[in-house]
């Protein structure tokens, strides 16, 4: 495939004090040629680096003391040539750097145009161009590193296999409709089908269970600050979203009758739902209802339960350790300039294994060592197992299900003696929905769609 030569700005992750202007196509090493002083691009050998200036070809001004990265095809991100100009100068310099590979010869890249370079001469597949993007949006490092791995191919190795497998089920059973008296082809008899069809069938389920993991990574644990009117809730939640830099989201969806706050702590995304109960009339209980405060709890990840030190356990209290039974929880005892009134031996045994964790919201005490708890549950906990591959995409957990839906077709069509042809469509179309997972059979819009969610530069 041939395309034109794009650039654009590709800041590196982490805003460091280097900006890159970032060219990819045939053109890359002549218009980046015209424009530098130093040695002669067009002779260096491919991936060197080199010193030089950027001047104006026009006023033979020098517009910027520059790095130079030469990398020709296809050892590239996109399998084009590339060059990389690493300014040192601020974002003005670096503009203009990018307006004089413009005025030269490059066009401005559309957002994500680098990754669709890359997907479309085939250097990465569809998933691992997601990756990318979940990268660019990563919000804090654990969600980075899930995404890096998807990058590394995991999801597209394992699917991959699915489908070999399904291509060969289907195979097998093509071979014994045309070819029914050849002795010597393993005959596809039921039990056969339904182990192969079973083993498909599990395998989708295994990373659809990775799901809700790779989901909480993207959007937040939802976590949920429930107490006595006047423990602390507010306070708790004022301190955790001022003394975290709020994370800015792009998740739709919040029309609904509850707040939600995001924020970082500790490299732990979390989803504060603050219903707006919480807020106002200090019971979520009292405002909502019993059945509708269950569900909110229900799905919650995470529960912040907060009481209060100058005062001893009640029965509302032990009424709230029996609603999120069973569920990820934080005890938070507030409250600890005022003298003690609580029993702690009773709030040891209505914790079991969940943390407890003192707090004077109103003296910032304490604070970090919520932080900290919440960091150590979550990264020694449920989701240290890093070596999983996680599914975080909703494009992928719905093909994943479309695909545990005809997987299971299928196998209900053999456990029910349908003709066999009825179940080849459904294995068929199971092997083609995992394909959309990796890209295979896509069709352009969703390509185009896709990628034009990337950020400008990569
Ligand atoms: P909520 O009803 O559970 O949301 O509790 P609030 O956060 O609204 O706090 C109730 C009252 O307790 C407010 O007057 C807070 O200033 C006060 N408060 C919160 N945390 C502390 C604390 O650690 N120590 C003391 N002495 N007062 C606190
Ligand atoms: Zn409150």
New binding site residues.
């Given amino acids: 495939m041939e395309f034109d030569t794009i650039a654009a700005i590709s800041t590196p992750m982490g805003e460091g004090a280097i900006a890159i202007v970032r060219l990819s196509g045939e053109e890359a090493v002549e218009i980046a040629s015209r424009i530098y002083k130093g040695k002669n691009l067009r002779e260096v050998p491919s991936h060197t680096i080199h010193y030089g200036h950027i001047i104006d070809p026009d006023t033979k001004e020098v517009v910027e003391e520059v790095m130079v990265t030469v990398m020709r095809g296809p050892k590239t991100f996109t399998r084009e040539d590339v060059i990389e100009i690493n300014c040192h100068g601020g974002l003005v310099s670096v503009n203009r750097v990018l307006q004089l590979v413009i005025t030269n010869g490059a066009r401005l890249a559309e957002p994500g145009e680098f990754t669709k370079r890359a997907f479309l001469n085939g250097r990465i597949d569809l998933s691992q161009a997601e990756a990318v993007m979940d990268l660019i949006r990563a919000k804090t490092d654990r969600a980075m590193n899930v995404a890096i791995g998807q990058m590394e191919g995991r999801l597209s190795t394992l699917i991959n296999r699915l489908r070999q497998e399904l291509l060969e089920t289907l195979a097998h059973i093509e071979v014994n409709i045309d070819y029914p008296e050849y002795d010597d082809v393993e005959e596809m008899t039921h039990r056969v089908l339904i182990e192969k069809a079973t083993a498909v069938r599990d395998e989708i389920n295994k990373l659809l269970d990775t799901s809700s993991q790779g989901k909480i990574l993207r959007e937040g644990l939802s976590t949920v600050i429930i107490?006595?009117?006047?423990?602390?809730?507010?306070?708790?939640?004022?301190s955790l979203v001022h003394e975290n830099k709020a994370i800015v989201t792009d998740i739709p969806g919040t029309t609904r009758d509850v707040i939600e706050e995001y924020v970082n702590v500790k490299g732990v995304p979390l989803r504060l739902v603050d219903t707006a109960g919480?807020?106002e009339t200090?019971d979520l209980v009292e405002r909502i209802g019993v059945e509708r405060s269950r569900e909110v709890l229900k799905k919650a990840d995470l529960i912040l339960l907060?009481l209060n030190?100058?005062e001893d356990v009640t029965e509302e209290d032990e009424r709230l350790f029996e609603a999120v039974i069973g569920m990820d929880m934080i005890v938070i005892i507030?409250?600890?300039?005022?003298p003690q009134k609580i029993n702690m031996e009773r709030v040891k045994e209505l914790a079991g294994n969940s943390p407890i964790v003192t707090?004077?919201?109103?003296?910032e005490?304490g604070v970090d060592d919520l932080e900290n708890a919440i960091s150590s549950l979550f990264f020694t906990g449920a989701l240290e197992a890093s070596d999983l591959t996680y599914v975080s995409n909703s494009r992928h957990i719905a093909l994943l299900t479309q695909a545990k839906r005809t997987i299971e077709d299928a196998i209900s069509g053999i456990e029910s003696d349908l003709p066999i042809d009825m179940v080849q469509i459904d294995l068929t179309r199971t092997w083609e929905l995992l394909g959309e997972i990796i890209g295979d059979a896509v069709h352009e819009s969703l390509i185009n769609q896709l990628f034009s969610q990337f950020c400008l530069g990569k």
């Fill in positions: 107490g006595r009117p006047n423990v602390g809730k507010s306070s708790l939640l004022n919480i807020r200090e907060v030190f100058s507030n409250k600890t300039d005022l707090t004077s919201l109103l003296e005490k």
